[in-house]
């Protein structure tokens, strides 16, 4: 295995003029990757964004089988915590993304968000927002109301020190009224973002079945993170958060299990037009 505390720790420090951003893809299990302080140091990365899969049967290739059993999953998101706890700077953020889901036995919804809250509050971090995400463009429901929303939970390690750049988010206010003055309003905790759907997938030639709106993703990066910072996403998938990273100009290391999507997440985060400005270095290591 290769060790990232001499090889990509210092992804901020050790940047130099040949490349504006670093960004690392760790194929491996989350859950023993997090673990390792080789890779993962204590307080190394200063913002978490992730989702992790929540047993919807999505295919996530055969490394993976997206079964689900609440108590287990409940643990799962504990030991994440524990681990995401540690590696997280002091003033650092922690977004997690969960949608309720039916249960396959009693077609009950059931509320993952509130029992990722209760697991994630044992491991030290503290809630600063529920943020509710909507959409449209899902199934219609004959026998309840149609799901339009997924959660997105905000937590922070220090309730009275944390990044939050309200004016990089800022967005146009509902009137033109123009006694009012300023740059924009706050967006609140409820945000609109159209989800990835199958067609634009194929037009993108993105082959995942879970893929985040680079959107909403740019909006959590530029509230909670500044240039250079380093953003972690434990379970990264298609990889638009390292995507977004190197955008906006940040590195980024990402977590996936699944070798399959190694070529994607190169694909989608090395930039199409290399410029001294957008050059990044793009690494993988199998752990």
């Known amino acids: 295995m290769r060790n990232l505390n001499k090889s990509g720790q210092n992804l901020v420090s050790n940047t130099s003029n040949s490349f504006s951003t670093k960004h ?60 995401a706890h540690t590696i997280l700077k002091s003033n650092g953020s922690f977004f997690f993304n969960v949608s309720p889901i039916p249960d396959k036995k009693t077609s009950e919804i059931v509320p993952l968000d509130s029992y990722a809250y209760m697991a994630l509050k044992k491991c030290g971090f503290q809630l600063r927002n529920k943020i509710m995400w909507r959409f449209h463009n899902m199934q219609n429901c004959t026998k309840r109301l149609s799901g339009r929303w997924e959660a997105i939970l905000w937590f922070v390690k220090d309730l009275e020190k944390y990044v939050f750049n309200l004016d990089a988010i800022r967005v146009p206010y509902l009137t033109n009224d123009s006694r009012i003055t300023g740059t924009g309003r706050n967006p609140t905790d409820v945000w609109f973002f159209h989800r990835i759907n199958n067609m634009t997938k194929n037009k993108l030639g993105i082959d995942h079945p879970c893929v985040y709106p680079e959107d909403m993703i740019m909006r959590i990066v530029k509230m909670s993170s500044n240039p250079g910072d380093l953003i972690l996403d434990p379970f990264v998938g298609s990889g638009t958060t390292m995507r977004v990273a190197r955008m906006l100009n940040r590195n980024s290391i990402g977590i996936e299990i699944n070798p399959k999507y190694e070529k994607l997440v190169r694909k989608r985060v090395e930039p199409e037009q290399t410029t001294l400005s957008s050059r990044c270095m793009f690494e993988v290591i199998r752990a």
């Open 24 to 83: 690392m893809l760790i194929i491996g299990d989350a859950l023993e990757v997090l673990k390792d302080r080789d890779l993962l140091p204590k307080e190394s990365i200063n913002l978490i964004v992730t989702s992790p899969p929540y047993g919807l049967g999505k295919d996530y290739g055969d490394t993976f089988r997206d079964d689900f059993n609440l108590s287990k999953w409940t643990e799962m998101v504990e030991k994440v915590g524990v681990e």
